[in-house]
């Protein structure tokens, strides 16, 4: 019972405390942290824990800047690891300084390194939150969103629980001395003057704005309608949409050129904005401009990339495989070869099974939706032995994990041989047996 009396007591002055806690100008700040980064997904880098500190200056109550170093060793998906610093320089917007609960925003931009490679630039945004427990204490949660440019833009996730300690809080002012006021007597008040009001000013002038976005469209896609009107009652676009809010944006399909009026109406008068639209017919690509790349001797790289560990094709490649399946219907002379390749990520005997799967999916989806024999197209799976790029750099595994298409002319191609009709064998000629005399009739 004594030991629970103490524990309650010591709570109720930590919230006391914390109640009259705040983030206050003009203090130094230092926040060591651990948590968690996760890398985006085609990275192939996983999950792991992350330590680092920041050092800041609170420059008003609401404004701070900040320093951070942080440090990581994760793990690569099939074996291996590697190691990350970072290091920067943030900006935080605190909101509610003065309680004890103070929630920021904050953004910033740095540097970092993996295996002592190159220095990159890194951008960082997020926010969190400071829970004070005392005058110059707080525990403190942020997460971060990280993103860089390693010949495409990765985005990374950082979170992270920490302490939070401010020294150098200034002391607080002295209390001002009041010094009583002499008592004047009051003279005697004299008489307002009579103030005519004015005339209320007239009501203001409606304005509107409207925007479409593509102006330029294909037939059969979608356009944004976007506008704006401040000072009105009611707004209304035409042709075919009616009343709408005097903000808003909508998704249209024209059938045709179609100008677009939005008109609207308040106490001040009318205001009207036009935005047009342009429809396109399709542009038809030539089948024989598709099959163009598809040649005797040709090698083509297919622009089609899979999941981590997977040989599932996905819709948005089909028409990259469509070239390889009308180029193989125009050109019935060529036989061809799919070939699947991997970067090192992995053991070499599960990257050469990994791309032969991708091989044989790239191939079986060709014949199924083609419709071409299946003996003219193969498959064959290199795994990791034929990188095209150092595989040292994300940017050269990422060209390793590749799907080509290698062509050559069939021997002894005949190119009628589908019209050709077989050849009836001739008829063999009939021996007539000749006829037998008859005898003499006895007479």
């Known amino acids: 019972m004594r030991k629970t009396g103490i524990a309650a007591a010591l709570l109720l002055l930590g919230l006391s405390q914390a109640a009259l806690a705040e983030n206050r100008a003009e203090t130094v700040t230092f926040a060591p942290y651990v948590g968690g980064y996760t890398f985006q997904g085609n990275q192939h880098v996983e999950t792991s824990p992350v330590f680092g500190f920041r050092l800041g200056y609170n420059l008003t109550d609401n ?32 909101f509610m300084p003065k309680s004890s609960l103070v929630p920021y925003l904050a953004a910033g931009f740095g540097g970092f390194n993996i295996d002592n490679s190159k220095t990159r630039g890194i951008v960082n945004y997020g926010g969190g939150l400071k829970w004070f427990l005392s005058d110059n204490f707080a525990l403190r949660a942020d997460v971060r969103g990280l993103n860089y440019s390693m010949g495409k833009i990765y985005t990374n996730v950082e979170y992270t629980l920490g302490l939070h300690v401010a020294v150098g809080a200034p002391k607080p002012a002295p209390a001002p001395v009041v010094v009583a006021e002499p008592v004047v007597e009051a003279a005697a008040p004299k008489a307002a003057p009579v103030v005519v009001a004015p005339p209320p000013p007239p009501p203001p002038a409606p304005a509107s704005s409207l925007t479409a976005e593509p102006a330029t469209l294909e037939k059969g896609k ?61 542009v038809k690509e030539e089948s024989a401009k598709k099959a163009s790349a598809v040649a005797a001797g040709a090698r083509l790289s297919l622009k089609v990339n899979f999941d981590t560990g997977k040989s599932i094709i996905k819709k948005q490649y089909y028409d ?31 990257n050469l ?16 939706n083609f419709k071409i024999d299946r003996k003219r197209l193969a498959a064959k799976g290199y795994g990791e032995s034929k990188p095209i790029a150092d595989n040292a750099t994300a940017e050269g595994r990422e060209q390793n994990r590749r799907i080509e298409a290698v062509f050559e ?11 050709q009709q077989p050849v009836k064998p001739a008829k063999k000629a009939v021996k007539k047996k000749a006829a037998k005399k008859q005898a003499p009739a006895k007479r």
């Open 222 to 282: 979608t356009t944004t309608l976007t506008w704006s009107s401040t000072n009105v009652s009611g707004c209304e676009i035409q042709p075919g949409i009616g009343p709408v809010s005097a903000t808003g944006s909508t998704v249209i399909t024209p059938a045709a050129n179609t100008r677009y009026t939005l008109t609207c109406s308040g106490e001040g008068g009318k205001t009207s904005s036009t935005a047009g639209v342009e429809v396109t017919e399709p």
């Open 409 to 419: 002319e069939i021997p002894n191609f005949k190119p009628d041989a589908d019209e």
């Open 63 to 94: 404004w701070a800047l900040e320093g951070v170093v942080d440090y990581l060793k994760a793990d690569l998906e099939g074996g291996g690891n590697i190691e990350m610093l970072r290091y920067g320089g943030d900006i935080l917007y605190n």
């Open 353 to 368: 099974a990994l791309s032969q799967r991708r091989a044989n999916a790239v191939r079986d989806y060709i014949v199924k």
């Open 320 to 350: 990259e495989l469509k070239v390889v399946g009308d180029g193989l219907n125009e050109q019935k002379n060529l036989k061809g070869v799919i070939e699947g390749h991997t970067d090192n990520v992995g053991s070499d005997k599960s």
